[in-house]
Structures are given as C-alpha cells and as structure tokens.
C-alpha cells in the first residue's frame, strides 16, 4: 500500500518506467502510461482530482483525471494535498496577472496561460476591463463558477466571456458554448499593442479575439516597414498590417479570407490614421499569391502568420506540404533584397522544420537567405520548461537577397 496519507486519496499508479516525463516537469500523463489493472481510469468522473503514483507507489504529482481523453490525467500540483481549488485557482491568478502586470505594462495581455501557469485547460484574456476566458477540459470545467469568482475578486472586470467554443474541447467530452458570465460584453472592444488601437470581437473573433502572442513579432516587423512595401497575409484584424502602416510602409496589402476580419483591420486602419496607405483583399491566400506573382506585383516585406496547418501529430506531413507551398508561393512575390517573416502557430512543427520550409522556399525561388531573428511567442505566454508543446509559435524573419 502508499503511505497512509496517499492511500485515502483516489490515486492512480504508473505502469513501471513511466514516471520520467512528469519528474522532468511535463504535466500530462496519457492513458497508456497508467497501470489500468491497479487503478482503472473507468473509475473515475471527468474532472476528479487524485494522487499520480510510481509504480513502486512513490508520490509524484496531483492531477486532474479525464477517463475519456487520452490525455487522461493534467498535473496541478507537485506536493501532497496540494489540490486543484477556489484558493489555489485564485492564488494562481493572481500570481499569473502580477507577472503580465510587471512585464507588459498595459492591461491587454494573455492574463493565463494553461499549464504554463499551473492553470492546465485554463486560458485568460484580459482586454482592459473585460476577460476572455478558454476552458478546454472536463477538470477545468469544474471550477468554471471559481474562476468567474476569482477573477470578479482580482480584476472586478465590467465583463467576463466564456470563449468555450475550441474544437479540443470534443475529446473532453465537453460541449461547445460562447457565453457572457459576468456583465455586458460589447460586441467589438479596443486592444491597445505597441502604442496603436486595435478591435476585437471578443464573442465572435478567432480564438478570444486577438493574437497577443505576435506583439513582439509586430514590433520587429514595425522596426523594418519604413518606406517598404509590405504584404500582410492571413492578416486577421490587421494586427500586423497596420502595425507595419503605422510604422512607415509606402503600401500595405492585406490578405485574408473572412470579411468579418477584414472589417475589423479596415476600422483599424482608420483608428490609426493609416488607411489611405493599405489596402484589403479578401481571398484565399494561395490564390491572391499566385494572381499577384502572375501580375508582376513585388512586396519588400512579405509577413505569411497561418492558422495551425499541422493540428495533430498524425497530419504533420500534410502540414508541412502546406507550409511549403505558402513559403514558395510568398518567396515569388518578394522583390529583390527583401524580408520575409515566416510565421506557424503549429506546435508540432519544430523551428529547425520552419527553417527549412523557409530555406528551400528560398532555393526553389533562386534566392540566397539569411536568418535574422528567429521570433517566438510574447512573454505573457511564458514557456513551460519540461513541456515542449508550450513553446508553439515561430517566427523566423529572414533576408532574402
Ligand atoms: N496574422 C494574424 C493572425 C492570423 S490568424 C494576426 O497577427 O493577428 C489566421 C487567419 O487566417 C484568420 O484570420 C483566417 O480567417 C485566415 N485564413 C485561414 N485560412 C486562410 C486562407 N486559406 N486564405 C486566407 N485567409 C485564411
């Protein structure tokens, strides 16, 4: 048997050999790693919190348990007794919003991160008075009436959402919702990033609403867009596009496929006074980019920020196909002496696999290429050591001569 302490609480065993990953600071224990015959999963609700044990019965961590994913245990704590509750999820908060508070400055920031907080499943956006928030497992979902609580005690915000609507919460067992908690929510708000106003539609938009996770990223392509013509594509809202308008370009064209983004970057260039200078397409990217290289147009800054093209694992090749052909076809509309900054959000695509997509783009298309600053993430979206997957964006900003 465990240790007294451990054997009144609902625990799960190991299989032999399988307790490395999690000493080593990752917090997922996936369902063939568990010795089932000991501690069946089928035993537990979604969301019940136990004790992860070695197979020689040692302590390892807390964690919330989903018998249904196959991520079937999250760790939320690496003592005895330290469990997932309204105090712990309030002090975790706190600590997650002093530390934004501390390094970004302004209250538009990516306020918790998930696992990278110890907050696994749990992702909030702070727009100024108004939090966004992402639940994306059964463990989480729990504790979503002291999340409200403890952000209405920490934030006193004019409104809380409820952005329940990720596609990963179906392996959960968990249903799709867009819901407001707490307050009124506008249906457009204001983001303020790198000096410049941005709108985000915090019920309907992508994800919550904005990228906070490119900011750094805007403000190295701002360093470069004086006098320039840049090419935004997979623009959003126009995030990077008015960013590179505000900062100099000569010309922005941005490109993306939902009008309702389009709309949001249009209402943004005119909030910043940029718009006679961009201009906006609404088309599939491959598409414009082939109409562009035929018609001859040439862009000194192309940025290309995709969705996910590799989602899973099982569809790395086929991604990587697709990051392929958008690096070639946006290398065919760079002018000669020109920046290219290549951007995947997929964390299943390693930097090294970006830096060659880039690479034989750049080959393929005749051109020599330098890697200048190879970007990732923005600091309020901190990386967890020991989990590689939360490390998921890069931003690789190359010169192509
Ligand atoms: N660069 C943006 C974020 C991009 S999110 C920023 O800095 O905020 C991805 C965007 O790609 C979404 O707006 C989506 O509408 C768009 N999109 C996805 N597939 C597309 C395609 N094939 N062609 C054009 N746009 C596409």
Redesign the pocket.
């Known amino acids: 048997m465990a240790e007294t302490e451990s054997a009144e609480q609902p625990v799960i065993y190991l299989a032999r050999r399988e307790e490395h990953r999690l000493r080593n600071g990752h917090p997922w224990v996936f369902s063939n790693e568990v010795d089932t015959t000991r501690s069946p999963l089928t035993a537990f609700e979604p969301g019940d919190q136990v004790e992860v044990l070695t197979h020689g019965e040692r302590f390892l961590a807390t964690a919330y348990v989903n018998p249904r994913s196959l991520i079937c245990a999250r760790v939320i704590g690496t003592r005895p007794g330290e469990w997932l509750d309204a105090a712990a999820l309030e002090s975790r908060l706190v600590r997650a919003q002093r530390m934004r508070d501390r390094l970004i400055g302004q209250p538009w920031y990516r306020l918790a991160y998930a696992e990278s907080d110890d907050l696994p499943g749990l992702i909030v956006d702070r727009y100024g008075d108004i939090a966004v928030v992402q639940i994306g497992t059964a463990g989480m979902e729990r504790h979503q009436g002291d999340i409200v609580d403890a952000l209405r005690r920490t934030l006193a915000p004019a409104a809380i959402v409820a952005r329940n609507d990720v596609a990963t919460r179906a392996l959960e067992g968990l249903e799709q919702t867009v819901e407001v908690l707490h307050g009124d929510a506008p249906g457009t708000i204001e983001v303020r990033e790198n000096d410049l106003v941005f709108l985000a539609a915090p019920m309907s938009g ?1 994800k919550t609403g904005w ?1 906070f996770d ?1 900011r750094d990223n805007r403000r190295r392509v701002a360093q470069h867009a004086a006098g320039r013509r840049v090419l935004d594509l ?4 126009g ?2 596009g008015v960013t590179a308008a505000a900062a100099g370009a000569t010309e922005v064209v941005c ?4 009008e309702a ?1 389009l709309d949001l970057a249009r209402a943004a260039a005119r909030r910043n006074g940029v718009e006679a200078r961009m201009s906006f397409v609404q ?4 598409d414009a980019l082939r109409a562009m290289a035929e018609d001859g147009r040439r862009f000194d800054l192309v940025v290309a ?3 996910a093209f590799v989602r899973r694992r099982k569809d790395l090749a086929a991604g990587v196909e697709a990051y392929r052909r958008l690096n070639r076809l946006a290398v065919s509309v760079l002018a000669p002496e020109a920046l290219l900054l290549s951007a995947s959000c997929s964390s299943h695509l390693a930097r090294e696999r970006l830096h060659e997509v880039v690479r034989a783009a750049a080959v393929r298309g005749g051109r020599s290429v330098q890697l200048l600053e190879d970007g990732g993430q923005a600091l309020d979206h901190p990386v967890r050591l020991g989990m590689p997957e939360s490390a998921y964006l890069k931003a690789a900003l190359c010169w192509l001569a």
């Open positions: 992508q990228f490119q997979f623009c959003y809202s995030g990077f490109v993306d496929s939902s983004a088309a599939d990217v491959f920020d995709p969705p």
